[in-house]
């Protein structure tokens, strides 16, 4: 009871009109010395390998070895990967050696520097196209990140007035709005509603696009959703996209650094995603799709290397890649990627899946029963990967995710992340909180987080 006043009496320090919940004011927060003084550290036990104790297959401590920011005593507990994971020692030196050693243009300069580039470029665009299960490396296209990659196919397609969209109903934003800016050409945005679960609803999905008809151009839906950690059966929903004519592009960027991606299984025709969600560095993304697609889009940014001859009354442009990659490249960037690339290779995204989900239902089963407390999607954490997304009631989104580090420095998402679309229609403005691993999270992390959010909800409720 004592631990429950403390933390109550650290909420009423808290309690403070936010006149926007951003995040420099939430950073000014953290300075105030005030909270600290009354915060009760949560017990933390060393760092051990759970999964290797029962003989399982992946080492979770060898793992967690390649992350500077996992190693030392005092290490927060990163639950927030499916905003960005943490990048591993070799992509921090692949991208400083970049700079030290070779800071040079690829595909232009021809003298040592440039070539060693060049052919860097072209070794990780081969290894993201086999990450990924596509035959052609040629088909992947850099970009900046997935919110990129899909705004070049909606801006980049030739669309006619009529014309149909269909998504579902738990879009991020990046996968809603780019559709949403086509209606001023005529296109139409339908949204296919999902079962009381938020698991796809396979059926209103298939009537969806038989009312569509001929007029069906497009299909765009989540991968796995960064809301709630559900799975679309995307090679179900391609072939009914493919039987009514249209093109099936996937948001990838919640599934490529979780689970095993074979664009041809998938049987999709554009998939993007996100490197800075699969421990590479942020500012680099991709966009995969077939060679007659990607040939007909029209580049959001062009110059520079996009060009093959240019005249003051025409021009024309290269064959893909280079059509579609306008402006000097993130190399940086993509030696990290590189170096991502050549660790997660070592690895099965079928353990890593597996371990996430370990996490998931610790937190899932600590946490389920506890006052006020709903978690979005199926009860099943087996059904929702890595993600725990928890809505409370009459409680401050924001405030418990600052409490989470304060109390136990625990690092979690709060907010409406993006997917406005899912919270908006039910009145709720401040979103949830969202736990999301990564395979280099433990148990012993897992039940920390437990703990930690017992504490506070027991702590603000008034529960002993």
Not at 298 to 305: A, D, R, S
Not at 357 to 378: A, H, S
Request: charged content about 20%; hydrophobic content about 40%; some cysteine.
């Amino acid at each position: 009871m004592a631990k429950s006043m403390q933390l109550v009496e650290l909420m009423a320090v808290m309690e403070v009109e936010y006149p926007a919940k951003n995040a420099v004011f939430v950073a000014h927060a953290f300075h105030q010395e005030s909270y600290a003084k009354s915060v009760i550290p949560v017990p933390r036990f060393p760092v051990i390998s759970p999964m290797m104790k029962r003989g399982d297959s992946m080492d979770v401590s060898g793992f967690r070895s390649n992350f500077p920011t996992l190693q030392g005593d005092a290490v927060p507990i990163y639950l927030d990967n499916a905003c960005m994971t943490l990048r591993p020692q070799q992509v921090i030196e692949a991208v400083q050696q970049y700079y030290s050693k070779n800071p040079s243009c690829a595909g232009r300069s021809v003298h040592r520097w440039g070539m060693s580039v060049s052919q860097t470029v072209s070794r990780c665009r081969r290894k993201l196209a086999d990450f990924i299960g596509a035959k052609q490396a040629r088909e992947v296209i850099f970009t900046p990140n997935a919110t990129h990659s899909i705004n070049q196919v909606a801006a980049g397609m030739r669309w006619e007035k009529g014309d149909i969209v269909i998504i579902s109903d738990r879009e991020h934003n990046s996968n809603l709005v780019p559709w949403l800016q086509l209606k001023k050409q005529g296109v139409e945005l339908c949204t296919v509603a999902s079962h009381a679960d938020n698991t796809f609803d396979l059926e209103a999905y298939e009537s969806a696009c038989a009312d569509a008809g001929e007029n069906l151009r497009m299909v765009s839906l989540v991968h796995v959703g960064n809301l709630d950690g559900v799975e679309i059966p995307v090679a179900e929903a391609s072939k009914i996209a493919r039987d009514h004519g249209a093109i099936m592009h996937v948001d990838g960027a919640q599934s490529a650094p979780h689970i095993p991606i074979d664009v041809e299984a998938l049987g999709c025709d554009l998939f993007s995603f996100s490197i800075h969600k699969m421990l590479g560095p942020s500012g680099v993304g991709a966009l995969w799709g077939k060679e007659e697609i990607l040939s007909t889009l029209e580049p959001i940014c062009v110059g520079g290397g996009t060009v093959s001859s240019a005249s003051t009354a025409e021009y024309a442009l290269r064959e893909i890649p280079d059509r579609l990659e306008g402006g000097l490249g993130h190399y940086a960037g993509i030696c990290g990627t590189e170096a991502a690339l050549d660790l997660l290779a070592k690895y099965n995204m079928l353990d890593f899946a597996a371990q996430e989900v370990r996490i998931n239902d610790i937190i899932t089963n600590g946490i389920k029963d506890l006052p006020g407390v709903e978690i979005i999607g199926p009860e099943a954490a087996s059904k929702r990967g890595g993600i725990c997304s928890i809505l409370l009631d009459n409680l401050d989104i924001q405030n418990v995710g600052i409490l989470m580090d304060e109390v136990g420095s625990v690092f979690v998402r709060s907010g409406l992340h993006c997917v406005n679309q899912w919270f908006e229609p039910r009145g709720n403005s401040q979103g949830s909180l969202r736990a999301s691993a990564y395979a280099y999270n433990t148990e012993e992390e897992a039940r920390c987080f437990v703990d930690t959010f017992t504490e506070i909800i027991n702590g603000l409720s008034g529960e002993d």
